[in-house]
């Protein structure tokens, strides 16, 4: 059983990164992220005994820490409402002091969508494809692929002068 | 706007997150606590349980 722990800590060690960023974009207060990192800790905790390494621990982590955080917020209905472009104001700037534009733009374009949709932008900033993020947020491909054309182009309509064009 | 511009930034932030914690013992203590309070939650659930059926099994048995 302490083998088990030890692996588990190691493996939440690893992978701090994917569920520190999944808080930070979730949610803005610090207690409420510590709090959704405590209960994702906790879900893939108990999800690990079934865990059968059938994909990269990396997927795994991902596919938990998202539908824990979006069970979550569907639970709570607390989320921070979404905000437009435009209005996403400066105090959002101030959680990554000195990042860079892309960082900057990142940070901005991830905040301003759904509890969903940010999940499916974050999954495929990572690599995944429309198949596999479908199979990972219980949605169907199509969905996916709609979702994700939809973000694309409200993005291109509201930053093609935001960002850009100041460059 | 491309989103795939992005990829390389979300690679950074990922790794700025890295930085902080929690630390193994946050970790260990989360999961030790989690599974301290599963038995006493079980112990009471299942004593409210008996205590239903115990009432059930008398009041039916009246008459």
Not at chain 2, 32 to 42: K, R
Request: hydrophobic fraction near 40%; include cysteine.
């Amino acid at each position: 059983m302490e083998v088990h722990k030890t692996q588990f800590v190691q493996m939440i060690h690893q992978n701090r990164g994917i569920i520190n960023s999944l808080c930070q974009l979730y949610y803005r207060r610090v207690e409420d992220r510590e709090d959704a990192r405590q209960d994702i800790i906790l879900q893939l905790w108990r999800s690990y005994p079934s865990f059968r390494q059938e994909s990269a621990v990396s997927t795994w982590v991902y596919r938990v820490a998202l539908n824990t955080l979006l069970a979550k917020i569907r639970k709570e209905k607390r989320c921070l409402p979404s905000e437009s472009l435009e209005s996403t104001d400066e105090a959002n700037w101030m959680a990554i002091p000195q990042a860079d534009d892309d960082l900057q733009l990142l940070h901005q374009i991830i905040q301003s969508l759904r509890p969903q949709d940010k999940a499916v932008v974050i999954l495929y900033l990572e690599g995944y494809k429309n198949r596999e993020i479908a199979e990972m947020l219980a949605m169907s491909p199509t969905n996916v692929s709609t979702k994700l054309n939809r973000i694309k182009t409200t993005l291109k309509k509201q930053y093609i002068n935001l960002s850009y064009e100041s460059r | 706007m491309n989103l795939d511009k992005l990829r390389p930034a979300w690679k950074h932030y990922k790794a700025q997150q890295a930085l902080e914690g929690p630390g193994a013992e946050d970790v260990l203590a989360m999961i030790e606590a989690s599974e301290g309070h599963a038995p006493v939650l079980y112990s009471s659930s299942l004593l409210l349980q008996t205590f239903l059926f115990l009432f059930l099994l008398i009041s039916c048995q009246g008459g």
